[in-house]
């Protein structure tokens, strides 16, 4: 007796990338921000990541069993989302409180909408966000990473002005410089440009993210930060812009789908950036940024549909 | 010069299996069926009754109105039967069953060596009348695609030598093995449409038969081979007119009204055997390949035979197939049985394992945008599939669902492998079933 033949419609063959690979391929650009924040934050960092890893995938499995829905262990996409809030909160918060963020951020960031793929929003800046309302003062406390408390970048931009930064760190190059490395005041992930730009690279080269969101935000906000009088490259070093712009602004649920789209969320965000960095009563705005974006991109994705085609053309 | 058409995929192209086999002669079977319907098109009516007697080439059945070409015996012998089978296309139509009796004996063939001397109306008659279909996926009549309106001047013929699906080397090994039949045929095209220019396009990943044409051509001025970068679907029409040209086919035109006209390189082969040495279409190159078989090749195949018959050649192993397809992995067939017969639209039957399949497990859709990224009608596939389920049937025709070519580039590239293409068809099919309505 012959085997049974399978039949099914075209195509028959598949790529290698699934859902799976892109978390993969997320988690591992990840890695170099851990390193980092180890480097710099020491056991408080590994504490912070451990507990909020371990709460996403409790959490996420937890709100599984009680829907009676089947666990996905091919799914890691939790583990993002516990990664990722653990990099956007000060070092020196307390675990309880961490645990609570992860837990809206799975729960009423994804699964109240329907799980991976059907929510509107970031969960991992759902949770920071309701985390920074709840508890504002741990939130904006950040200890730098010799055990040191004190204001950030962007909080003494906003007190003093841009000289008084420069003098958190001497000279102006000598501040580049440590802003890009990471030795400075932040969040957990948010302090080292470089580590978080060898993550993005990896990115670009897997193809998992394209150029257009990074680009256009960060560059908007660099225009705009310039036109305010405000040091650009600090500005787009400061704060959460780099991870916002690259691990969450490339989000693939949260936000647009096509090259344009992609482009016109960008440029909000980063333009809604300097505004709440400079009008707002926060010091930093990009977790509010992307939501904000997140909320609207229904609708650029619906003003940018793509022309099939032959009608764009210049051809008859 | 060569231009980039939006989209497409990169699958690998697997080629390596099969581009170094020289084609095989299959020994013709026992029994042969021929079904009425081979294309999109007229059903046809046969010609011969149950008991007759037939000689190689003869004309089997006919459909004198509508888009149709007569199908041909590719063997002597006896009409056996005359009832509704199965058949590759899915579905059931009169087949025509014959017996062989291995006497080969073929019927008076009309010849035209000196093609030239003949009007191009006589020669789109010839060719039709030879049962010539193009042989790039749709199997459209050659002739029907030759009958341009009086009105149309064509500047370009574009002989598409691209066979971008994987796996699939029949083109290549008639490139390389029937050149100078190749060469002939496509100057009976050229001097059939009147053009002032013929473009070859091949893909980079066949560079022995981009030589080769180079070599044979390089004295006409008139002629051009170009040598495209590996992209599925590079052979669809819409897409190697831009490829080529740079024009983009507006929809509901057609090539003609660019000036353009678009054939197949192997169907170039047989309008040379068709015209020259006046030999209907009675035989196909078939691709076998894949991991399901122990000897992949390429064979030339009589029509009429069944998979069975062919496949046997190269020792299939039927653990180790998964699916069987007719065609290539990207649009061809899958089939149920090595029971059904060969048509002139086959130029391969992948017998594909299950690690060649790759198949993903099904997710939700994350909204990644790759699906409307690959697609190369630039369409909206995710937006179809939503529209689709909710029966929104007039919205999907203003999303023009219909100007989806089928390719598979959006189920290929989805992450979570969400069933696209087979919504986009649900959805098309119900759309023609309510516009006949
Ligand atoms: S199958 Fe249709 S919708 Fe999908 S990529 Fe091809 S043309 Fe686009
Ligand atoms: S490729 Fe798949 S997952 Fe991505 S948007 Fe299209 S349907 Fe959704």
Redesign the pocket.
């Known amino acids: 007796m012959l085997k049974k033949l399978r039949v099914s419609s075209s195509p028959h063959i598949r790529s290698n990338e699934t859902v799976t690979t892109i978390m993969r391929d997320v988690l591992i650009a990840l890695v170099p921000s851990m390193v980092m924040a180890i480097v710099f934050f020491r056991v408080q960092a590994v504490i912070l990541l451990l507990t909020c890893m371990a709460a996403s995938l409790i959490i996420e499995w937890g709100v599984h069993i009680t829907f009676k829905r089947k666990i996905d262990f091919t799914d890691t996409s939790p583990l993002v989302t516990g990664i990722l809030l653990a990099l956007i909160v000060p070092s020196n918060l307390p675990l309880w409180m961490a645990i609570i963020g992860v837990f809206v951020a799975i729960f009423f960031g994804k699964m109240v909408f329907g799980g991976l793929?059907h929510n509107i929003f970031n969960p991992a800046l759902v949770g920071r966000c309701f985390l920074l309302a709840s508890w504002p003062v741990a939130m904006t406390n950040w200890a730098s990473f010799d055990g040191v408390s004190g204001a950030t970048v962007l909080n003494t931009i906003k007190m003093h002005g841009n000289s008084a930064a420069t003098a958190l760190f001497g000279t102006t190059s000598g501040e580049y410089l440590h802003m890009f490395l990471g030795s400075r005041l932040g969040s957990l992930g948010e302090t080292s440009t470089l580590a978080l730009l060898i993550g993005a690279l990896y990115l670009f080269l897997r193809r998992t993210i394209s150029w257009h969101t990074p680009a256009s935000m960060i560059g908007t906000v660099f225009l705009l930060s310039w036109c305010v009088g405000r040091d650009p490259i600090l500005s787009i070093m400061s704060g959460g812009l780099i991870l916002g712009a690259f691990f969450m602004a490339t989000d693939?649920v949260t936000t647009p789908?096509t090259g344009m789209g992609k482009i016109i969320f960008g440029v909000g965000a980063g333009a809604l950036v300097v505004w709440i960095r400079v009008k707002g009563g926060y010091p930093e705005g990009v977790a509010y940024a992307i939501l904000l974006m997140n909320a609207v991109t229904p609708l650029i994705d619906k003003m940018t549909k793509p022309k099939p085609f032959g009608y764009g053309g210049k051809n008859a | 010069m060569v231009w980039k058409f939006k989209g497409g995929v990169h699958p690998a192209d697997k080629k390596e299996f099969t581009q170094d086999m020289e084609i095989e002669t299959q020994e013709p079977p026992t029994r042969l069926y021929f079904p009425l319907l081979q294309h999109i098109g007229s059903e046809l009516t046969p010609l011969v009754k149950i008991g007759a007697r037939v000689k190689i080439g003869q004309k089997l059945a006919e459909c004198e109105r509508g888009l149709a070409t007569p199908i041909h015996s590719s063997v002597s012998g006896y009409v056996r039967n005359i009832s509704r089978q199965v058949f590759p296309l899915n579905g059931v139509v009169e087949t025509i069953e014959i017996e062989n009796d291995f006497k080969e004996e073929w019927i008076e063939l009309e010849k035209f060596p000196h093609w030239y001397e003949i009007s191009r109306e006589k020669l789109i008659e010839i060719i039709r009348e030879k049962g010539i279909v193009g042989k790039g996926g749709a199997t459209f009549p050659t002739y029907a695609k030759l009958s341009v309106p009086s009105s149309a001047r064509i500047e370009t013929l574009i002989i598409n030598g691209a066979e971008c699906e994987p796996y699939l080397t029949s083109d290549y090994r008639v490139m390389m093995e029937y050149t100078q039949k190749v060469i002939g045929g496509v100057k009976i095209l050229g001097y059939i449409l009147g053009v002032k220019k013929i473009i070859f396009g091949i893909e980079k990943n066949k560079p022995h038969a981009i030589e080769l044409l180079r070599n044979e051509l390089h004295d006409y001025d008139d002629i051009e081979i170009i040598a495209l970068p590996t992209r599925y679907p590079q052979g669809g029409e819409k897409q190697l007119i831009k490829a080529l040209t740079g024009k983009e086919l507006s929809p509901g035109k057609l090539p003609y009204e660019l000036g353009i006209v678009v054939q197949n390189i192997t169907t170039a082969k047989y309008v040379f055997e068709g015209v020259v040495e006046g030999i209907p279409m009675i035989d196909t190159v078939i691709t076998l390949s894949g991991e399901g078989y122990n000897r992949p090749t390429n064979v030339l195949a009589r029509l009429g035979s069944r998979f069975k018959d062919v496949v046997k050649m190269v020792e299939i192993d039927h653990n180790r197939t998964e699916k069987l397809i007719m065609g290539g992995p990207m649009m061809g067939i899958a089939q149920y049985s090595v029971d059904l017969p060969i048509i002139k639209g086959t130029t391969g039957i992948l017998a594909l394992s299950k690690y060649e399949l790759n198949k993903k497990r099904t997710k939700s859709?994350?909204?990644?945008?790759?699906?409307?990224k690959a697609c190369p009608m630039n369409l909206h596939?995710?937006e179809f599939?939503k529209l689709v389920l909710n029966e929104e049937f007039e919205s999907l025709e203003n999303f023009h669902i219909m100007k989806c070519i089928d390719c598979g580039c959006?189920t290929y590239?989805?992450?979570?492998n969400?069933p696209?293409v087979e919504t986009i068809k649900l959805g098309k099919s119900k759309i023609r079933e309510l516009n006949r309505k």
């Open positions: 793929g693939m789908k | 859709c994350i909204s990644c945008g790759r699906c409307i596939p995710l599939v959006c590239i989805c992450p979570s969400r696209l």
